[in-house]
């Protein structure tokens, strides 16, 4: 059964330096997502992406994040400088249909930000 | 504003028991519900949507509107239904990004 795939399963950074996030969605989605898990906390939607653009992003997802799909495999999140509180599990999903959302989750990333 | 509600964090039954675990939403307009599981060390997934109004490992879930709920349940729990459970709320059927509730961690006890 194809699975949405996220690398790497950890990333430790220092506090200011940028990370890239990736993800390989379900080959025939359209429709991509990231959210975020801090420990202890709620799952929460940072980003959705469709048709080569940002269709909806939360007020977490500020100028520090960016998403991209550099190519027609990848999708990815950069954090340009992490911050401490950005120590998370970072999840990618993704959905085929518009009328039916479900969502595939990936394994996820966890950053650990120090 | 959006906002889905699981009281419970943690629920520990015995095998053979009957599980609920509860879930409550605020939403105006209506919404799709659904219960997504992870199981130890593997990923979120979907367990079962309230559109679909089906039986998912035993598990079934009705949305109530007037109670604003949508809580999950087994007659028989099983051991390898211990996990972590999430009700998940969509604002409308289409692309939109799913809100959350904090999960309860069912523990089930041989």
């Known amino acids: 059964e194809p699975e949405v795939t996220q690398t790497p399963s950890h990333q430790v950074t220092q506090m200011g330096q940028e990370v890239i996030l990736r993800c390989v969605p379900i080959?025939?989605?359209?429709?991509f997502y990231w959210y975020r898990q801090i420990l202890g906390q709620k799952v929460e939607f940072l980003v959705s992406?469709?048709?080569?653009?940002?269709?909806?992003k939360s007020e977490i997802f500020d100028d520090q994040f960016s998403v991209e799909r550099p190519d027609g495999s990848n999708f990815t999140l950069k954090i340009r400088s992490t911050k401490l509180e950005d120590s998370a599990m970072y999840f990618c999903?993704?959905?085929?249909?518009?009328?039916?959302?479900?969502?595939?989750f990936g394994a996820g990333t966890r950053l650990s930000v120090l | 504003a959006q906002r889905v509600t699981q009281p419970e964090k943690l629920l520990s039954v015995f095998k053979g028991a009957p599980v609920e675990l509860k879930c409550n939403y605020s939403?105006?307009?209506?919404?799709?519900l659904f219960w997504y599981v992870q199981y130890s060390r593997q990923r979120l997934q979907l367990l079962l949507r309230h559109i679909s109004r089906e039986s998912i490992k035993g598990f079934t879930a009705d949305l109530n509107k007037g109670e604003t709920s949508f809580h999950l349940k087994k007659p028989f729990a099983q051991e390898e239904d211990s996990a972590m459970y999430y009700c998940a709320l969509s604002p409308n059927s289409g692309n939109t990004p799913l809100v959350f509730g904090k999960g309860t961690r069912l523990s089930v006890i041989a």
């Open positions: 080959s025939n989605h359209l429709y």
């Open positions: 939403y105006s307009g209506s919404p799709e």
């Open positions: 999903a993704s959905s085929r249909s518009a009328s039916k959302n479900i969502q595939y």
């Open positions: 992406f469709y048709n080569n653009e940002i269709s909806e």
